[in-house]
């Protein structure tokens, strides 16, 4: 009878590990929503290591919730105080964006961001990689990092969507 104690822990201990998602699509909806407008969710995939979402960007905005530059230096210190930033320069990609960050010796916002975008790839589908991947290297797309959700976003001005990418290295 003494295996009869056990059961309720292990019980939940499987709850627990079987409804592990990184993020919950309601949640992150309103997470994002307070930095972008949003319209539609496109796709959207969570387990316990990773999380992909692309949603309609139903504006090509950024709220001011969100600090918004046009500088790496600057997105770095906006970062630093802030946990959260964004960064948009004409005739730039966040990739060359990100790299500019790297290459710093304050490159947390870099790499941040380089480690949500490697770390997703088992929640991205075929298609949203090739879209996520187009949108990293779109000239004057938004790049945001944001330490409350832990993830990226990237801002897809042609195509007007809103890629959201999280890895955890569990």
Same mark, same amino acid.
């Given at each position: 009878?003494?295996?009869?104690?056990?059961?309720?822990?292990?019980?939940? /201990?499987?709850?627990?590990?079987?409804?592990?998602?990184?993020?919950?699509?309601?949640?992150?909806?309103?997470?994002?929503? #307070?930095?972008?407008?949003?319209?539609?969710?496109?796709?959207?995939?969570?387990?316990?290591?990773?999380?992909?979402?692309?949603?309609?960007?139903?504006?090509?905005?950024? !709220?001011?919730?969100?600090?918004?530059?046009?500088?790496?230096?600057?997105? #770095?210190?906006? %970062?630093?105080?802030?946990?959260?930033?964004?960064?948009?320069?004409?005739?730039?990609?966040?990739?060359?964006? /990100?790299? *500019?960050?790297?290459?710093? *010796?304050?490159?947390? %916002?870099?790499? #941040?961001?380089?480690?949500?975008?490697?770390?997703?790839?088992?929640?991205?589908? *075929?298609?949203?990689? !090739?879209?996520?991947?187009?949108?990293?290297?779109?000239?004057?797309?938004?790049?945001?990092?944001?330490?409350?959700?832990?993830?990226?976003?990237?801002?897809?001005?042609? *195509?007007? !969507?809103?890629?959201?990418?999280?890895?955890?290295?569990?």
């Amino acid at each position: 009878m003494s295996f009869l104690r056990h059961i309720p822990a292990a019980a939940a /201990t499987m709850a627990l590990l079987t409804g592990c998602n990184l993020h919950g699509e309601a949640d992150l909806r309103t997470s994002l929503g #307070q930095y972008f407008t949003l319209g539609d969710t496109l796709s959207f995939d969570s387990k316990m290591t990773c999380t992909a979402a692309v949603f309609r960007a139903a504006l090509n905005d950024v !709220k001011p919730e969100m600090p918004l530059t046009t500088s790496s230096v600057e997105a #770095q210190e906006l %970062f630093r105080n802030a946990g959260k930033a964004a960064l948009r320069a004409d005739g730039h990609t966040p990739h060359d964006l /990100t790299n *500019e960050m790297l290459a710093t *010796e304050d490159g947390m %916002f870099g790499r #941040q961001a380089l480690a949500a975008a490697a770390l997703v790839g088992k929640c991205l589908s *075929e298609a949203d990689s !090739k879209d996520f991947h187009r949108a990293l290297t779109r000239p004057g797309a938004t790049i945001a990092y944001d330490t409350g959700v832990q993830g990226v976003m990237i801002l897809d001005p042609v *195509e007007r !969507k809103l890629f959201f990418a999280a890895g955890d290295p569990l």
